[in-house]
């Protein structure tokens, strides 16, 4: 999987917020708020081919979480960012 190009992750007022540029936000209505851990996998993965291991990898570096934890919501954030339209 990989983030599509044209999305940037900002701080808005203190919150980490995904915005589309260019030909994504003709299509991209919508405002993605990540919270602290999906933004810094994203800061993390962005550009580069990505999957749940690597996310739970990164997870488990930064994060006192242990792998099984780590996996679970390494899948979620990609099945949400994939629903969202970021990644693919």
């Known amino acids: ?3 599509y190009e044209g999305f940037e992750l900002m701080d808005v007022c203190g919150e980490a917020v995904v915005v589309a540029h260019g030909k994504q936000n003709i299509d991209f209505s919508k405002i993605i708020s990540l919270n602290e851990s999906a933004a810094y996998l994203w800061r993390n993965v962005i550009g ?3 999957d749940a291991a690597l996310l739970a990898k ?3 570096e930064e994060y006192e979480v242990d792998e099984a934890t780590a996996l679970a919501d ?3 954030v990609l099945t949400d ?3 969202a339209g ?3």
């Open 1 to 3: 999987m990989k983030i």
């Open 58 to 60: 990164l997870l488990t």
């Open 48 to 50: 580069k081919e990505f």
């Open 81 to 83: 960012w994939h629903a």
């Open 86 to 88: 970021l990644a693919g």
């Open 74 to 76: 390494a899948q979620k």
